[in-house]
């Protein structure tokens, strides 16, 4: 950790010394244009007194030497924002390892309350979303909640995730300007939808041999009828320039006015793509296949995508006094515009919606080299091809603090099915459940784990741990637990290996139909293709181990009472909790 925190605080300085001199550079620079704006007035008073060709070059040098520096001083002032939002990014990082809250969107909008992803608190202020993501394009965020809801199933896919995360990672300057690239472009969200649907719609101009002459005839014609006017000083000429010219960007109007709406203010969207993809095209994508693919990509798309942001920035200039008035009748600027429309859609609508998502895959790769790098003690885990398992040693969870964490093995597989799990309340029965559902997440998107070591079998995961009534639909508590329980057997039922996580269920009846109805899903359990971590504070369950003792092992998070006070130890271990809290802290409290 310290060391991460040196390597931040380099970049942090590192970046403030380059603002401080292009900070320099841009005081200069305004000295500069204020300078050759001065020599441009002086050399326009002597051209006023005194006609000389060494003042007309004059003034032509100071022109150009104003230009120039304003020019510069563009340039010098976008590098100037992209070094802010490196500070930004590296700010970020640096507070995350002090303990501050993530600055990136927490997800919170993917949770739907529908999934494991809701049990395990993997979207929401603080979640494992919030402390991973990096993403800042609306595809990005997407991109990274979809491979956390929907994992990668296949041992080989998880490999080849493994390793573009790995060799991407060892790029951290590279993700550093890809991620504040992505910063330095940033828009409102803008849905692309209607764009992807546009690009099935017919070219009309494409398709018509009249907009195709006249597209290059009329402006000829009109450059003949301008000179005319000067020369013959036929003033009602202009008239005919402009009948002529409004008359055919009239016919073609609404045509032109729906695909305008759909791609007008799209410039600093498209922008913000097109930078993204030509900065990550920089990678050293090495033999790793998924660098190599997306890289390829990139390669293909930025040039494509930059070229619609520029016709989308003409789009929205047409309304400009000057070209509505004298460029769009005598040239046929909306004529040219929706020519360079069609053939950019023509040449590109195969493509786009995948350039589109692989902006999305990018930014996950960014948020997963985030991470990667800011866990260098975090272990890559071992996918199996095998019979369903995992077996993990000092397994933490990688949202709690490092000197709180307290870390536990667990070992599961083979004939052994189902872990039951006994402890009493605080005793870290739910926080195991969901430690070892995270980490069954990250190592199934490809990421590092929070243990000594871990190997699985990849798994679709299920889980009952959060219940909710709803109002809305009239759902009581219990009757929500029941659907949930339903749809975890459903779901098993459909897959070849799933991992099970459930925690104390049936709490809506009497006990002795909270026993038989839990044995019964148990039992249900165990005769399916999964693995199941079973928490429950019923004891009585147990005795279970000893009806299916290859299926069932009984383990316990046991507190204890020393001192008069209660003491967790946080560690699991085999056998069934004896000691029970909830009657001493009643008594210490003095309920009872």
């Known amino acids: 950790m310290a060391e991460l925190e040196i390597y931040y605080t380099q970049k942090l300085e590192a970046t403030e010394q380059v603002l401080k001199k292009i900070k320099n550079k841009l005081a200069f620079g305004s000295a500069g244009r204020l300078l050759f704006f001065a020599l441009i007035v002086y050399s326009v008073y002597h051209l006023f007194h005194e006609f000389q060709i060494e003042w007309v070059l004059f003034f032509i040098a100071a022109v150009a030497g104003f230009l120039g520096l304003i020019s510069w001083y563009v340039n010098t002032k976008n590098q100037e924002k992209y070094q802010l939002q490196l500070h930004y990014l590296f700010q970020n990082e640096l507070g995350q390892l002090q303990g501050a809250i993530n600055l990136f969107d927490d997800g919170k909008l993917f949770d739907d309350g529908a999934g494991f992803w809701s049990d395990l608190d993997l979207f929401g202020k603080g979640s494992l979303y919030h402390s991973i993501n990096r993403t800042v ?14 994992n990668l199933l296949d041992h080989h896919s998880i490999k080849e995730q493994q390793a573009a995360n790995k060799k991407y990672a060892t790029q951290m300057p590279l993700v550093e300007s890809v991620v504040a690239t992505a910063l330095l472009y940033k828009t409102e969200y803008e849905s692309f939808d209607s764009l992807f649907s546009w690009l099935n719609s017919p070219n009309h101009l494409q398709q018509s041999s009249w907009a195709k002459m006249i597209r290059y005839v009329l402006p000829v014609i009109n450059l003949i009828l301008i000179v005319l006017v000067f020369v013959l000083g036929n003033n009602a000429l202009l008239g005919v320039i402009f009948i002529l010219g409004w008359s055919q960007i009239g016919f073609y109007a609404k045509y032109f006015q729906s695909d305008f709406n759909l791609l007008g203010k799209k410039e600093s969207i498209l922008k913000q793509y097109a930078q993204i993809l030509n900065e990550f095209e920089k990678i050293d994508a090495g033999d790793i296949s998924i660098l190599q693919t997306y890289q390829r990509t990139a390669s293909q798309a930025h040039n494509a995508i930059d070229d619609l942001s520029k016709i989308s920035s003409r789009i929205d200039q047409r309304l400009n006094l000057f070209l509505i008035t004298i460029v769009n009748p005598v040239f046929l600027y909306d004529i040219q515009n929706m020519f ?14 995948e350039w589109i998502q692989l902006v999305g895959e990018i930014e996950k790769l960014n948020s997963y080299a985030f991470y990667s790098f800011n866990h260098p003690t975090y272990v890559y885990p071992e996918p199996v091809d095998a019979i369903m398992q995992i077996h993990a040693t000092a397994l933490s969870h990688p949202l709690i603090d490092k000197e709180k964490s307290i870390p536990n093995d667990i070992s599961i597989g083979g004939t052994e099915k189902l872990l039951h799990i006994t402890g009493s309340n605080m005793s870290g029965k739910t926080t195991f459940l969901r430690t070892v559902g995270v980490n069954l997440i990250l190592a199934q998107v490809g990421l590092p784990v929070a243990a000594r070591s871990f190997i699985f079998s990849p798994m679709q995961i299920f889980s009952s741990i959060r219940i909710s009534d709803s109002l809305q639909e009239s759902t009581s508590y219990f009757m929500a637990e029941l659907k949930k329980l339903s749809a975890i057997k459903t779901g098993v039922q459909k897959r070849t290996a799933s991992l099970v996580l459930i925690d104390e269920i049936l709490r809506g009846t009497n006990s002795e ?34 009806e299916f003792p290859d299926s069932i092992s009984n383990y316990c998070f046991e507190s204890i009472i020393e001192n008069n006070e209660l003491i967790f130890g946080y560690k699991i271990q085999r056998g069934v909790a004896k000691n029970r809290n909830a009657s001493f802290l009643m008594k210490k409290m003095g309920i009872i």
């Not at 394009?137 to 929907?150: C, H, N, P, V, W």
């Not at 053939?343 to 609508?349: D, E």
């Not at 038989?516 to 005769?527: D, P, R, T, Y």
């Open 513 to 546: 139909d909270k026993y038989f109805g839990s044995a019964q899903f148990v039992k249900e359990m165990i005769a399916l293709n999964c693995i199941t971590l079973f928490a429950t504070h019923d004891l009585k369950l147990s005795e279970l181990a000893t």
């Open 137 to 150: 394009t609306e595809y990005g965020r997407s991109a990274l909640a979809d491979q956390f809801k929907f």
């Open 340 to 353: 360079a429309l069609e053939s950019w859609k023509i040449k590109h609508q195969k493509n786009l919606q």
